[in-house]
């Protein structure tokens, strides 16, 4: 078990490398974003607990962690925690879930820990980590994703007039984050809008039906409106995103970060202070 001080010097160094590091989920941006919108709605209680169990540790640092951790030996079991798979004509309930664990297993695991305290501070922590972190996977659709082309890793794109090739999952967790331009304290204050109807709605929401959404948005992911004379879908490799696909998919990443914060924060708040109203807000 990793010793507690040890943890938190350990996300620290982690989380300075990971600023060079683009190939982590959602984007090292993403997961800050989600987690700043969280501190929002958090009540003071919950914050103070948070506190507590992190030792005052930065937690959009602790939501980079378990994207850090992948390739260490006693971590490699974590990398399928980070996505479950799904064709287009499954439900979930029919679903051959995978021995290893899946996003669905791991998040319903990591909120159980955090809030068992008959665990160590050391596992708590662990805890906290990777629930935020899963919260935020399972908002970026092609976690939710297709087996076959491993939630759109396997589909290479050109990023409008760029020589370096990507892939469409690069897309989803940092490309159209990142075509806004903004840090992410601004991201932050232009999307941290959601009424008080929004947020009683979308904190009511269980982790399956956020995992059922991002299934839904798999449609609008893959259409880059290409289509041959015929009508036909065109096939192109690798497949260019335009502008204009860029214009039409980034609300929706946009509206996915806002749903993830607010829902993260009611599920703490649900776990350290639950009698606190959903739309009472710690502004």
Known sequence: MLNRKYLLTYIGIMCLLSLSNQTVAFGADGHRIITKIAENHLSEKTA???KTISDDADLSKLA??????????KWKKSKYWHYI??????????VVRSSKGDLLSALEQSYRQ?????????RRLQALSFFIHFVGDIHQPLH????????GNSVSIKWLKQTKRRNLHWVWDSGLIDA?????EDHVERLNNASEKQIQHWQQDS?????????MLRSQVYEFGLTTPQGKPAKQ???TITQDYINRNKPIIEKRLLMAGIRLAGYLNQAFDPHKPPSNLNK
């Not at 378990?66 to 030996?73: A, C, L, M, T, V």
């Not at 798979?85 to 029919?94: A, K, L, T, W």
Request: aromatic letters at 8%; glycine letters at 4%.
């Open 180 to 184: 806004a331009k903004l840090t992410v």
């Open 207 to 215: 982790f399956l039906s956020w995992a059922v959404e991002s299934k």
């Open 48 to 50: 103070q607990a948070l």
């Open 64 to 73: 980079l962690w378990p994207d850090q951790i992948r390739s260490i030996p």
């Open 114 to 122: 955090l809030q068992d305290t008959e665990l160590s501070d050391e």
């Open 144 to 151: 939710v994703g297709r087996r076959d082309d491993r939630g």
């Open 237 to 239: 490799k690798p497949i």
């Open 85 to 94: 798979n799904i064709s287009d004509d499954q439900q979930f309930e029919n």
